[in-house]
Structures are given as structure tokens and as C-alpha cells.
T-cell receptor
């Protein structure tokens, strides 16, 4: 079965600290991988996507993610958290000819 | 450039009532989707469409119907609402495949009492 797992439904970090949000997928073929962000009462917005061109992907707002095939992971990081980063983050995968599968989401709290 | 627009934004229904949610996109996208978002469950695909006049079932289609009569519009219908359909509904679109960026509407918060 193909799926995506986000470890940790809630993550809290101090302002200025490293942000690390975890995403693992299960698949027998390399997927397309995405991170989306959802601010309160809004729809999802694309942060970044991996499409096999490069394993380290840079996105908007200083976020980046690294695709590690051996670990079937696509963790999202940001070196220094900002108050405006507080939101819900979703990892998603898709496979050629198949639908998106979303993780259950990680709520990020940034502590002043 | 409006992107993806959903109407209404909020609605309260009584059990057994029907309603239609409208999604409109102005990006000339081929693919459109309806998701529901529930706490702790992420987004689950209800129905999708890969082009005008086509629809297909997603992960949780029961109790819902859809139509895509025009390329820019994707309608989600609830024929007989149930409390289990209380959720936030999101419409999304992609240009021409599953592997490109999805653009989302702002959501419809539906409560069935």
C-alpha cells in the first residue's frame, strides 16, 4: 500500500530555533513529494515539491526538505523559526497516474 | 486573479437536508478535486475530475455526488446530509496531472445538526 506518515501531530519550537517536521512514505516506486502549509481558516498553499531533479529542495519562506530514498523520508526543516511560521503543515505524495495522499498534518507552535 | 473560489464559506444543515457546494477556478486547470478535512485525519479525497464531463470516486465518496459540466466549475452535492458529514470541505485544482502544484480554495465549514 502507498501512504504517507507524519510523525508528531504537534510540534513546539522557540522563536529562532530549528524547525524539523517529519514525513515518511511507503512506496515501491519513487513518488512525487510535497509539503503544504495551512494558516488558520485558509486553504493549503504549496511550500515546496520534490520531483526527482534534486534531493535537496528549497521552498518559500526559508523552508527546505531533503529526499532520502534509503530512509523513505522527506523531512521539512527551517534553520530559524519565526512567529509567522505557526501553522499546520501537511506532507503529501503522489504517484504517476494516481492521486495525492496527504499525511494527517503537524501543527507547529512557535514560542516567543 | 481569484484562483479557486468556494461558495458558501459556512453552512448549517439539518439532518436529511440537501445542498450543493460550488467550486470555481479561473486558471484553466483540467483536474479538480473535492476533499474533506477532519481533525487528526488530514485531507481525504471525496471525488475528482480529470476534465470537463468526467468524474471519479476518491477515498470517501459515499453520501456525495459531483458534476463537472463546465471546465471551470466542480459541484459537490449532499443529497441527504448526515451528522457524519460535518467537516471542512476543500476544493482544489491542478493544471493537468496529479504531480503538479495543487491550488486550494479557502474551504467551506459545514455543520450538520
Amino acid at each position: 500500500a502507498q501512504s504517507v506518515t507524519q510523525l508528531g501531530s504537534h510540534v513546539s519550537v522557540s522563536e529562532g530555533a530549528l524547525v524539523l517536521l517529519r514525513c515518511n512514505y511507503s512506496s515501491s516506486v519513487p513518488p512525487y513529494l510535497f509539503w503544504y502549509v495551512q494558516y488558520p481558516n485558509q486553504g493549503l498553499q504549496l511550500l515546496l515539491k520534490y520531483t526527482s531533479a534534486a534531493t535537496l529542495v528549497k521552498g518559500i519562506n526559508g523552508f527546505e526538505a531533503e529526499f532520502k530514498k534509503s530512509e523513505t523520508s522527506f523531512h521539512l526543516t527551517k534553520p530559524s523559526a519565526h512567529m509567522s511560521d505557526a501553522a499546520e503543515y501537511f506532507c503529501a505524495v503522489s504517484f504517476t497516474g494516481n492521486q495525492f495522499y496527504f499525511g494527517t498534518g503537524t501543527s507547529l507552535t512557535v514560542i516567543p | 486573479n481569484a484562483g479557486v473560489t468556494q461558495t458558501p464559506k459556512f453552512r448549517v444543515l439539518k439532518t436529511g437536508q440537501s445542498m450543493t457546494l460550488l467550486c470555481a477556478q479561473d486558471m484553466n486547470h483540467e483536474y479538480m478535486y473535492w476533499y474533506r478535512q477532519d481533525p487528526g485525519m488530514g485531507l481525504r479525497l471525496i471525488h475528482y475530475s480529470v476534465g470537463e464531463g468526467t468524474t471519479a470516486k476518491g477515498e470517501v465518496p459515499d453520501g456525495y455526488n459531483v458534476s463537472r459540466l463546465k471546465k471551470q466549475n466542480f459541484l459537490l452535492g449532499l443529497e441527504s446530509a448526515a451528522p457524519s458529514q460535518t467537516s471542512v470541505y476543500f476544493c482544489a485544482s491542478t493544471r493537468d496531472s496529479w504531480n503538479t502544484e495543487a491550488f486550494f480554495g479557502q474551504g467551506t465549514r459545514l455543520t450538520v445538526v
